[in-house]
């Protein structure tokens, strides 16, 4: 019986001239606050028993542009995410909008802001699976640029990148100097995306998590603890 105890209340908060309704949900085994935004469209903020609503409200304001960010995602969304005609993917501080072409030859090709995918590959799982080839193809200069930016500034050389599919890391080093990154990582807005990077390489220094490596992460992404409490907000896109 350590879960949700009773739904609190709902209430409303403003955000730079956009309202963001909540229910407030009170967990007795919950240590932390949460968001989670249910297949209604509706924002449950989950906190620990004693947390007031002015901390809980707070933390959605904190949270607002990624809160936003989900509920226009999920505002027609039907079953699956947003894989529907007109969908929205996230990728890197925008979004891409999904099509689909009935007489499409290529199997998926972007244009703009636009994401055009064959009909005929429309059915789960194979959509999926397109979905994520293409966005592992973009992921892997991307990140390669951007962790040698990082690494040049930091004066951390690494010896390799690799990308791939972690289902519960972002990313992950070895004493080799090769460093594994999440393609996810295109779904997360940069400034999240370049703190998991400069986590990694601060990792080729400290191979733990000492107060010398916290302090190392600090002196390039000062506000690390708030990127780490939101990275916990993100999933899988689909």
């Known amino acids: 019986m350590g879960g949700v105890v009773t739904a609190a209340g709902s209430g409303v908060v403003t955000w730079q001239g956009e309202t963001i309704s909540y229910l407030l949900v009170r967990m007795r085994s919950r240590k932390r606050m949460s968001l989670r935004v249910d297949e209604q469209?509706?924002?449950?903020?989950?906190?620990?028993w004693r947390v007031t609503v002015g901390q809980?409200?707070?933390?959605?304001g904190e949270h607002a542009p990624?809160?936003?960010q989900q509920l226009q995602m999920r505002q027609t969304r039907t079953g699956k995410p947003a894989l529907q005609e007109g969908g929205m993917l996230p990728f890197l501080d925008g979004f891409l909008h999904l099509h689909y072409g009935t007489e499409q030859i290529r199997p998926l090709f972007r244009e703009g802001d636009r994401l055009w995918v064959a009909e005929r590959y429309r059915t789960l799982p194979t959509l999926t699976d397109l979905l994520e080839q293409w966005y592992r193809r973009q992921a892997h200069p991307y990140l390669s640029a951007r962790l040698e930016t990082w690494s040049t500034l930091m004066g951390v050389p690494f010896v390799r990148l690799t990308v791939r599919s972690q289902k519960s890391r972002w990313g992950s080093c070895s004493a080799r100097k090769t460093i594994s990154l999440n393609w996810r990582l295109m779904c997360l807005p940069t400034r999240?995306?370049?703190?998991?990077?400069?986590?990694?390489l601060c990792h080729l220094r400290h191979m733990n998590h000492s107060p010398e490596f916290?302090?190392?992460?600090?002196?390039?992404?000062?506000?690390?603890?708030?990127?780490?409490r939101q990275l916990r907000l993100f999933s899988s896109p689909w």
């Not at 916290?214 to 780490?228: E, I, K, S």
């Open 192 to 200: 999240l995306g370049d703190y998991v990077l400069v986590h990694e």
């Open 41 to 48: 469209g509706v924002l449950q903020v989950r906190v620990p």
């Open 56 to 60: 809980a409200e707070q933390f959605v």
């Open 214 to 228: 916290w302090a190392m992460v600090a002196r390039f992404v000062p506000d690390y603890l708030t990127c780490r």
């Open 66 to 68: 990624w809160i936003l």
